[in-house]
């Protein structure tokens, strides 16, 4: 019992701090290119054992992510730009294309990558956004996590966060409640215009396995 009232003491010693690292990489990941991506490197690392994919599906997201934004650019060319986001091998797409042909044919192209289970199209047919606007999403998805860092009753690393044009798309393995607290923590962050949910859905007894076995690695 002291043991876990210490670590939840030092837990709120860390937790602000931590929050304005998030928030720090993500503003320099917009400005500095490599610089933002090496410390985010090391920020995202330390997380990455309460990550609750299997470690094949964190190195399957990883490849299905470089084959699409290798393939993808052929498709679309200079007409519009592509993120291709994968969580547990489920692949999510925003961005812009030229027209609605395109727009099927990277699906189409995203849905052949090797060990891809589904794929949400959220492209949208318009030209591609200006620096600014992509550097405003950067900043929304870092206050969205020091958001998430801040809440009392959220696991931050349990949900992934990509923003485009000012709409939050969130993904991740949660319980229906974790689901609903983190859409309204990412609803009320200022700029976000809509929060789409791209969830895949745990029972809290799945949870409670997780948590357990994440408890006994450590």
């Not at 964190?58 to 060319?77: M, S, W």
């Not at 812009?96 to 099927?104: F, G």
Request: charged share 25%; proline share 1%.
């Amino acid at each position: 019992m002291i043991e876990r009232q210490y670590v939840q003491m030092r837990w709120q010693q860390w937790k602000r701090p931590l929050a304005t690292a998030i928030l720090c990489v993500s503003v320099l990941a917009s400005l500095q290119g490599c610089v933002g991506m090496v410390v985010g490197g090391a920020v995202m690392g330390t997380l990455a054992a309460t990550d609750r994919r299997t470690l094949g599906a964190q190195t399957e997201d990883k490849a299905i992510v470089v084959k699409g934004e290798t393939r993808i650019p052929n498709l679309i060319g200079d007409a519009g730009h592509v993120n291709v986001t994968s969580f547990n091998r489920r692949v999510l797409l925003t961005g812009e294309v030229r027209d609605a042909q395109t727009k099927a044919a990277v699906e189409r192209e995203a849905q052949a990558i090797e060990g891809v289970k589904a794929v949400v199209n959220e492209l949208e047919i318009a030209g591609p956004t200006s620096f600014t606007s992509r550097s405003n999403d950067t900043l929304i998805t870092g206050k969205i996590k020091a958001s998430f860092v801040d809440a009392q009753d959220m696991y931050a690393n349990s949900v992934k966060v990509v923003t485009e044009r000012g709409n939050v798309y969130l993904l991740g393995r949660v319980t229906q409640r974790e689901g609903e607290r983190a859409g309204n923590i990412a609803s009320g962050v200022a700029g976000v215009q809509r929060v789409v949910k791209v969830f895949e859905y745990i029972s809290e007894d799945e949870l409670r396995s997780l948590s357990a076995a994440q408890e006994a690695a450590n």
